[in-house]
């Protein structure tokens, strides 16, 4: 399983971005995607996740803010992030589940996004 993110940037506070995550390969074994991200000195955390089904799941910290959505059919996941702040400055990772768990989770090439004036 390949996954390729795109959409991340420069943006004001306050401000919004959408990322995007693209599977391929074999994306039958993928159950829930979604994205974490790294800020500068902190560990990898959760952003959100969705199941196939469409659950999302998110931390406390970006609940209300961002929108995580999936479209099955393009082997795609979004995550629609509003409101931005400094602190949402990270380096972001997609990241796939599989069915499988005893396979390994699936990681993409982090995308940047800068909250910042």
């Known amino acids: 399983v390949q996954l390729q993110a795109s959409g991340g940037g420069l943006v004001q506070p306050g401000g919004s971005l959408r990322l995007s995550c693209a599977a391929s390969?074999?994306?039958?074994?993928?159950?829930?995607m979604g994205w974490f991200r790294q800020g500068p000195g902190n560990q990898r955390e959760l952003v959100a996740t969705?199941?196939?089904?469409?659950?999302?799941n998110y931390a406390d910290s970006v609940r209300g803010r961002f929108t995580i959505s999936r479209d099955n059919a393009k082997n795609t996941v979004y995550v629609q992030m509003n409101s931005l702040k400094p602190e949402d400055t990270a380096v972001y990772y997609c990241?796939?589940?599989?069915?499988?768990?005893?396979?390994?989770?699936?990681w993409g090439v982090g995308t940047l996004v800068t909250v910042s004036s």
């Open positions: 990241n796939a589940a599989p069915f499988d768990p005893r396979s390994s989770t699936y």
């Open positions: 390969g074999s994306i039958f074994r993928i159950n829930a």
């Open positions: 969705i199941t196939r089904g469409g659950s999302p």
